[in-house]
C-alpha cells in the first residue's frame, strides 16, 4: 500500500467535513445585519412620499369629508384640489413626511428586521412561518406608533387646512405642533397614540401576507408565452428561471399592501377623523366608531378607499422593493 497517499486522503476527509460543518452551522447575525434595515428604511421612506403623498392627500380629504358633500368622491377631490389650490396643493403637509416618513419607515424596517432576527434566535439560516413574519410585523406597527403619531396629526392636520393666506389657522408644522402641545400639554403631539398603536396592529396581515405572496411567487417560473408566468411544472414554463428576486419583492410587497388596506381600512377612518376632529368636545376614539355609524353608515367606513387601495400597490411595491435592494446592497448578498 503506498502510504504516501494517505495524508492527502486524510486532507480531503478534512475538507469534506470542514464543508459539512459550516453548512449545519449557524448563520448568526452581525451588527450590519442589524442596522441594514434602518439604513435601507430611509430610502423606502423617501420613495413613499414621492409615489404616495399627493394619493394620501386625496385619501385624507375623502375620509374626513366624509358625507359633507365638499366632493363627489376621489375622483372630483383631485380635479377640485387642483383646480383650486394647484399642483402643489396634492403635497400639502409633505415638508414633516419627507423627514418623518424617511424616519418612520427606518424605524418600522430596522425594527422589522430586528425582531425577525430575535424570533430566529439570532440564526438567518432558521426559516421563520407566515405567523412569525406576521409577529414581527405587529411589533414593528406598535413600535413605529411612536414615531408616526406626531407626524400624521401634524399631517393631517394641514392637508385638511383649505384657507389661504391669512384666513389659515396653522402657519406651517411648527405652528401645529405648537398648538398641540398648548392645547394637550407637553406630549400633545402624541394625541391620538392609542388609535395609531390600533390601526399599526394590522402590520400583522402585512407583513404575514408578504411572505406568503414571496414564497407563491418564488413557486412561478418564467415563461415562453404571455402573460410570461407559470407554475413549476408547466408545460411553458422555462425551468430554470424563476421570477427575479427584485419583481418578486416589487409584486409581493403591491399585494400585502393592498391586503394590509382591505382589513385595516374602516380603523384608518376613525384614526383619522379622531385625530383631526375640533378640539373643544372631542369624542373619544372607541366612541367615534359609533359616532360614524351614526352619521354615514357603513359607507362611512369606507370613504376614500379606492384611492387608498390604488395608491398602496404602486407606493408600498416601489417602498419594498426600495428597501429590500438596498438592504441587499448593505449586506453584500445577492439574496436576504
Known sequence: MDRSREPAAHSALTDVSAQTADKDKPHMATARDRIAGFAAGLASGATKLFVGHPFDTVKIRCQIEGGHGRFKGPLDCLVSTVRQEGLRALYKGASIPLIGWAVM??????????????????????????FEHGLAGLGAGWTVALVATPVEIIKMRLQMQYAMGTERKYRGPIDVARYLTKRYGAFGVWHGLPAT????????????????????????????????????????????????????????????????????????????????????????????????????????????????????????????????????????????
Not at 359616532?291 to 369606507?302: A, D, K
Open 105 to 130: 419607515d427606518a424605524v418600522q424596517l430596522g425594527s422589522l428586521s430586528n425582531y425577525r432576527l430575535h424570533l430566529q434566535g439570532n440564526d438567518k439560516s432558521h426559516k421563520l412561518s407566515h
Open 197 to 336: 398603536m390600533s390601526q399599526r396592529s394590522f402590520f400583522f396581515f402585512l407583513w404575514g401576507s408578504y411572505d406568503v405572496y414571496s414564497e407563491w411567487l418564488r413557486s412561478l417560473r418564467c415563461s415562453s408565452s404571455f402573460p410570461y408566468i407559470a407554475n413549476s411544472g408547466s408545460s411553458s414554463a422555462l425551468e430554470n428561471r424563476p421570477l427575479p428576486e427584485k419583481l418578486i419583492n416589487f409584486l409581493a410587497g403591491g399585494m400585502a399592501a393592498n391586503t394590509f388596506w382591505t382589513f385595516c381600512y374602516p380603523v384608518d377612518v376613525v384614526k383619522n377623523r379622531y385625530m383631526t376632529q375640533g378640539d373643544d368636545q372631542p369624542i373619544p376614539f372607541r366612541r367615534m366608531f359609533k359616532h360614524v355609524y351614526r352619521l354615514e353608515g357603513l359607507s362611512g367606513f369606507f370613504r376614500g378607499f379606492l384611492p387608498s387601495f390604488i395608491r398602496s400597490f404602486p407606493t408600498n411595491a416601489s417602498a419594498i422593493f426600495v428597501w429590500e435592494s438596498t438592504v441587499r446592497l448593505i449586506k453584500n448578498d445577492s439574496k436576504h
